[in-house]
């Protein structure tokens, strides 16, 4: 195929409506337009059960026959950019951002990323295993003072919206009804599937102090001006218990 037969090969492949590509034959040198019709039926089908089964929790609220209808237009204007099926649906929640059909739903973005970021947790590289006896041998005079490395699989959501009950309820109906209110995430991998962990006031801006280098002094003055009672003992012992705190080799 010559470069515009791939362009228009790759269009008719995720639009229904777009004609077969005239260069498009089949063995015998006829036109291929119902075994193409059948292979692009089977491509849209294969990639929209991807989405299902890569945002269920989305799926879940949406219900299906609207789920599929707007993975449908998703397939067209956001066709896999790559290989790599892990990425796939990286464009969901700024899709839905914009769709006015959950315009009333304005939390289902936040969904959606939530969704996506456990799959970023779930397939990024491993870290360091922190070694507890690493962190007991810290003199309690320098803790305050000393750097720590978080693993490449922690992520962290902040979300104006309940995201994190809105999942559970999602996946779980006699998960409690979600509050009003924003949620801050923390996503840690201690083996092999990412867990979701819902923060205090004041942890997400302890985490990303921390992951920006701070030392834990400064990491719990970050997290004392978002909330002046904060004690960051609870979000220590969490990562700890991870293993998602390992001390920082100075160079």
């Known amino acids: 195929m ?3 037969d791939q362009t228009s090969f790759r269009a008719a492949m995720m639009d229904p409506a ?3 590509p005239a260069s498009l034959t089949d063995g015998a040198g006829r036109p ?3 075994r193409f019709a059948v292979y692009r039926n089977n491509v849209a089908v294969s990639l929209t059960e991807a989405l299902i089964e890569g945002f269920p929790a989305c799926h879940a609220v949406l219900g299906d026959e609207m789920f ?4 449908a237009v998703y397939l067209r204007q956001h066709p896999p950019a790559s290989p790599l099926m892990a990425r796939f649906g990286e464009a969901l929640a700024g899709f839905l951002d914009a769709a006015p059909q959950v315009a009333h739903m304005r939390w289902i973005s936040d969904l959606a990323r939530l969704e996506f970021t456990l799959r970023e947790s779930y397939h990024a590289a491993d870290g360091p295993v922190a070694d507890p006896a690493a962190l007991a041998a810290i003199p309690p005079e320098e803790l305050g003072a000393t750097r720590f490395t978080l693993p490449p699989s922690l ?3 902040r ?3 309940p995201v994190l009950s809105i999942w559970r309820r999602a996946l779980d109906p006699s998960a409690p009804q979600a509050d009003p209110g924003a949620e801050d995430v923390l996503i840690l991998r201690p083996e092999f599937d990412p867990v979701p962990h819902l923060l205090a006031p004041g ?3 302890f985490l990303a102090a921390l992951a920006e280098g701070a030392v834990l002094a400064d990491a719990a003055e970050a997290g004392t001006a978002q909330s002046e009672a904060y004690d960051p003992t609870p979000i220590l012992t969490l ?4 293993q998602a705190l390992t001390p920082a080799k100075e160079a």
């Open 2 to 4: 010559t470069g515009t």
């Open 18 to 20: 777009a004609p077969v």
């Open 32 to 34: 291929a337009g119902r």
């Open 68 to 71: 599929r209808g707007m993975a």
């Open 155 to 157: 992520r962290l959501l």
């Open 159 to 161: 979300s104006d919206w």
């Open 203 to 205: 942890d997400a801006a």
């Open 239 to 242: 990562l700890m218990q991870n």
